[in-house]
């Protein structure tokens, strides 16, 4: 939830009519964005171990790093809560909804659309995203794992992990606005279907996939590789 309300807020406070931030541009989107994910890491962390996201969730149970028997209850409670997220964001910028009569820029406040609509090479770029992700997510843990008597630098793993998502958007998200992240996706626009937005224009269920299953097949080839690459011991 905590995700979504940052994530999809900033990108609100660019794309609609006479926010503050109105057209401050991809930078800013993709800061917020990292942000939004620092935040809701630290806020979970040391009660999931900060899963904001089904394809990380999947891409540990792959490699042994994360109970197979979790993965439902996960999954529903990441859709779940960035459904949730996006209905606050929805609210916070109510005024803004009627004013904006972009109902692309309205749809891109929830979910990700692609600068150039390929479906089938959208999801390679997505793939490739969540691959570089959970490559990330692995690697940072082992740096730090390095000195365990360093609690500072535990600590400081859900600011490289935003350091991180605000690198992949910067670098990768151009494309496809970087979904990297099905439940990011799936919930938000769930949300643009239910919800009473006038003027707000088809939800775009058409390529609703693309964000789903790119980052799933990413999250899990990006941890394989990780083990491969490196070696991890199973949790459980």
Same mark, same amino acid.
Not at 90 to 103: F, G, N, R, V
């Given at each position: 939830m905590l995700l979504i309300i940052l994530g999809d807020g900033v990108v609100a406070n660019?794309? @609609?009519h006479r926010s503050k931030g109105q057209n401050s541009g991809w930078i800013v989107i993709t800061a917020g964005w990292g942000l939004a994910v620092m935040v809701g890491a630290y806020s979970v962390g040391a009660i999931s171990g900060a899963h904001l996201n089904p394809a990380v969730? *999947?891409? @540990? %149970?792959?490699?042994?790093?994360? #109970?197979w028997a979790a993965v439902p209850a996960y999954i529903i409670a990441q859709i779940a809560g960035a459904f949730v997220g996006a209905v606050v964001v929805?609210? %916070?910028? @109510?005024?803004? &909804?009627?004013?904006?009569? #972009?109902?692309a820029a309205k749809l891109g406040v929830f979910s990700t659309i692609p600068a150039v609509r390929k479906p089938f090479l959208n999801m390679i770029t997505e793939a490739i995203g969540t691959f570089v992700l959970l490559v990330g997510v692995l690697a940072i843990p082992s740096v730090q794992n390095l000195n365990p008597s360093h609690g500072f630098a535990r600590g400081f793993g859900p600011f490289l992990v935003g350091l *991180?998502?605000?690198?992949?958007?910067?670098? @990768?998200?151009?494309?496809?606005?970087?979904?990297?992240?099905?439940a990011r996706d799936f919930g938000p626009r769930l949300a643009h279907f239910l919800l009473p937005i006038r003027g707000k224009g088809d939800s775009d269920w058409n390529y609703a996939w693309v964000p789903f299953v790119g980052p799933i097949i990413g999250g899990v080839a990006g941890a394989l590789f990780y083990r &491969? *690459? &490196?070696?991890?011991?199973?949790t459980n």
């Open positions: 660019v794309l @609609l969730t *999947l891409g @540990l %149970a792959s490699v042994g790093q994360f #109970d929805w609210l %916070a910028y @109510l005024p803004h &909804w009627e004013i904006t009569e #972009d109902k *991180l998502v605000f690198s992949i958007g910067l670098s @990768l998200g151009g494309s496809t606005g970087y979904a990297i992240n099905p &491969w *690459l &490196w070696g991890i011991s199973p």
